[in-house]
């Protein structure tokens, strides 16, 4: 039988391109999008769309009932750079939504949860490369205390209470039909928009900075095969270490010359360096890639190619 699914948090990146490839699998009737406002046309108009606040237990669980939902993706966050503007703000939509979702699957209303994490949870202590799973994890972001203190709630409601909780530790995800929005891995997205807009980007980290990084196909197909994936092969209940490539911005401008040879990039670090100077520069995934077969496709030049080639159509304009 098709899962019931509610998206929270559908209008933004990540949760959009969710939206679309869920009914795709499940049905449109299956999959109820929600956000907090009408932000993304593209989502509202697209299905069933409600309106649900995310830091309100009501709000999801009346959506919960009108829809006999069993099955709930928590997208809705605040990203790191944003958070350290807006701390509190973070600390309370992250965790209090999350405590609402993990509270209505205690209270047996739905059966399944998925709730991202990411490679923010790692803070400067941590080894940097090849970071493994089990490791000093002191993070030095708002949004990395959320993450941090999430993965431990989520293993807790599934000891305690046997809640069925999936997450992963999502590295920057590279897209383009939705922007990102307030994280520190933006500048992989921004610099292929104004790649195609301006030939030139001012890039807000410094040009050797390394981050893991994954493109939003891979970062959809591992989030529906942990979901998909028999409840006992899920053996860990914090959250997955997940990879794909790591690349620095003078990588990525490099990657961008090849199809746009007057494309020049610039740099002027701002407050987002000491952010990504505290994350690991590459991921070991090993239990993901042995626990249930991840493996990532897209390389960074297969990237590259996508992204030049899809804005180029979305701005209505030729790279060569
Ligand atoms: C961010 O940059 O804050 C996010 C993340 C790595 O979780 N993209």
């Known amino acids: 039988m098709n899962p019931k699914i509610l998206i929270i948090g559908a209008c933004g990146q990540i949760g959009s391109e969710l939206t679309f490839k869920l009914r795709s699998i499940y049905g449109d009737e299956n999959v109820i999008a929600s956000d907090i406002s009408y932000s993304n046309l593209d989502i509202v108009n697209s299905g069933f769309f409600e309106i649900v606040d995310a830091q309100d237990y009501a709000s999801i ?8 939902i069993d099955t709930i993706y928590l997208m809705a966050a605040i990203l790191s750079a944003t958070g350290e503007k807006f701390p509190m703000k973070a600390w309370d939509l992250n965790m209090n939504s999350l405590f609402h979702v993990l509270n209505l699957a ?13 490679i923010a949870v790692f803070g400067p202590s941590t080894p940097t ?7 000093t994890m002191e993070p030095t972001t708002v949004y990395g205390i959320t993450k941090q203190v999430g993965e431990r709630w989520c293993e807790y409601y599934n000891q305690k209470y046997g809640v069925d909780v999936r997450s992963l530790r999502y590295p920057g995800i590279i897209s383009w039909k939705t922007q990102p929005g307030g994280g520190t891995t933006d500048y992989a997205v921004d610099i292929y928009h104004k790649a195609v807009i301006d030939k030139k980007y001012d890039c807000f980290l410094t040009e050797n900075t390394k981050l893991p990084m994954m493109f939003m196909d891979d970062a959809i197909k591992a989030t529906i095969d942990i979901m998909s994936a028999d409840n006992d092969v899920v053996k860990i209940r914090s959250s997955y270490n997940l990879a794909a490539i790591s690349f620095t911005p003078k990588e990525v401008a490099a990657s961008i010359k090849q199809h746009i040879p007057e494309f020049e990039i610039s740099y002027t670090p701002d407050y987002r360096q000491a952010i990504a100077d505290s994350w690991p520069k590459s991921i070991n995934d090993e239990e993901a890639r042995e626990g249930w077969n991840w493996k990532y496709t897209f390389s960074l030049e297969d990237i590259t190619k996508k992204m030049l080639f899809q804005l180029e159509k979305k701005y209505n304009t030729t790279v060569k």
């Open 129 to 135: 490369e090849s970071t493994p799973q089990y490791t």
């Open 61 to 68: 669980k009346g959506c919960v009932e009108k829809y006999n």
């Open 106 to 118: 205690k209270a047996k209303f739905i059966k399944q949860i998925f709730w991202p994490s990411s």
